[in-house]
């Protein structure tokens, strides 16, 4: 999509705007089709010139680091080279620093000032409002393990009873016990729905976020599991749960942390897997990359390029035993070689070490074959027909296949017409989608969810 750009800095500019501290907390609106997002970019004095961050409130994303930062002649210029993102303002003599955002082929306008940005409320008609209709608890569990403390709500259709039970297990990055994405809280919704059809729910917020402790950045998928296999302990000891009656439902990356459970426990009785991945983590990021840069309108020639870079380093990682500091340092050296001309030192060393990270490393390696071949109990997959970021037959066959050959003959797989990655009803799937639909999470989702999971714990 292309603007025209009415830059507000003109020659009447005086020499004392140059001289103007850059420092501190610049607020946007990231104008992208459909709607916008709010950025903040919170830039500080370093030793050689200037470092920032940059944070997605709208996207509960924080700290993101920003590679390089330059502020010369009024001009600043930002760069995060591994999220294809560069931004380029010119600060003027209103304190509005006046410029494009670009990532991946595409251009938006961008101003940035020091006033805190209020964005305008957007309608969730589908979020459940209090006084709801059953009963819910603020509760806490311990991974007995790592020694975390895991903050959740436990929502019970009646204070009284005893009642199946479902373990919601969030996706990748710092999620809360509501998913809550962009203004959306699917896990509130879901948990709602399903209090509702007598079905007990717990959710929880990922160690080191909202009330739980531990350390989120240095945590991998197999640790998230054990997070999970401590809240079906936290479920057997509570009188109200019917001890047979247990599943997981897992989106995304909790889509593979189900599985991974299921594997190794007897005390699951069900797994409910919403867009979750069949194929191997570096085969998935490639894909996902791939579509959702077509989608973008990038040019085939970059995609593949881009492809090509991407598959080296993460091949290395795969096939790789050796230490952090020693695989660092080799996907250093790789990506300097395809990308020295594209990128500084610093920016290198700043993508190598995003892709080496614990949980990175343990991603692109993860075979979730190995784990869904040992699930015996009953599992339902749904993926939406639309989903970039796990796209939808690749992923369901792959699924099908490992858990066929495992012997599993309780098993509902479907592709779910028109719905994206957060099961919304959608036009093409495209991430930049999520924040401007209103729906939070697609009925018919919702319903294929309830009626599987009622005929399991009959």
């Known amino acids: ?22 420092t501190g907390q610049w607020n946007g609106f990231l104008k992208v089709p459909g709607g916008q997002l709010r950025l903040e970019f919170n830039i500080t004095k370093a030793e050689n010139g200037y470092s920032s961050t940059m944070d997605s409130p709208d996207q509960g994303a924080k700290g993101i680091p920003v590679t390089s930062t330059v502020f010369e002649n009024a001009t600043l210029k930002l760069a995060i080279p591994n999220a294809n993102i560069v931004y380029e303002g010119e600060l003027n003599q209103y304190n509005v620093i006046v410029g494009t955002f670009k990532q991946s082929g595409q251009s938006f306008p961008l101003n940035l000032s020091r006033e805190k940005l209020e964005k305008q409320v957007i309608k969730r008609p589908q979020e459940p409002q209090k006084p709801y209709s059953y009963y819910t608890e603020e509760i806490t569990f311990e991974n007995k393990i790592d020694k975390d403390v895991l903050a959740g709500t436990l929502s019970l ?42 079905i007990a729910v717990l959710r929880f917020d990922d160690r080191g976020v909202g009330k739980s402790t531990g350390e989120f950045k240095t945590a991998t998928t197999l640790d998230f599991a054990k997070d999970v296999q401590a809240g079906v302990a936290y479920l057997q000891s509570r009188k109200e749960i019917d001890k047979s009656k247990i599943g997981l439902i897992g ?14 426990s007897k005390e699951i009785d069900f797994i409910v897997l919403l867009a979750g991945t069949g194929i191997r983590g570096d085969q ?18 970059e995609i593949q390029k881009a492809q090509q870079t991407f598959k080296g380093a993460y091949d ?31 920016q290198i060393s700043a993508l190598s070490s995003q892709i ?4 990175m490393v343990s991603f692109l390696k993860l075979d979730p074959a190995l784990y869904l ?3 015996k109990c009953p599992v339902l997959a749904l993926n939406g027909e639309k989903d970039l970021q796990v796209p939808a037959d690749v992923n369901l066959e792959a699924i099908k296949t490992a858990l066929t050959k495992g012997g599993n003959k309780n098993v509902t797989i479907k592709k779910l017409p028109n719905l994206n990655h957060l099961f919304q009803e959608c036009e093409t799937g495209s ?28």
């Open 157 to 198: 259709p009646q204070k009284e009873g005893k009642f199946p039970a479902v373990i919601l297990i969030t996706g990748s990055g710092p999620q809360n016990r509501d998913e809550e994405l962009l203004g959306h809280k699917p896990f509130l919704v879901i948990a709602d729905y399903l209090t509702k059809k007598g």
């Open 251 to 264: 989106h995304s990356e909790g889509g593979i942390i189900a599985p991974i459970v299921a594997s190794n």
């Open 1 to 22: 999509m292309k603007k025209t750009i009415f830059f507000l800095a003109t020659v009447l500019v005086s020499l004392s705007t140059f001289a103007q501290d850059i």
């Open 373 to 375: 071949e040992k699930v």
């Open 284 to 301: 998935l990021l490639l894909l996902q990359k791939e579509k959702i840069e077509r989608q973008m309108g990038v040019s085939e020639d």
């Open 356 to 359: 080496t990270s614990p949980w």
């Open 431 to 458: 991430p930049n989608e999520y924040a401007t639909i209103e729906q939070t999470f697609s009925p018919i989702a919702l319903e294929e969810i309830s009626s599987w999971v009622l005929k399991q714990v009959k």
């Open 316 to 346: 290395s990682i795969v096939k790789s035993s050796a230490s952090h500091d020693i695989l660092k340092g080799k996907v250093r050296s790789y990506l300097k070689t395809k990308l020295g001309t594209a990128m500084n030192d610093t």
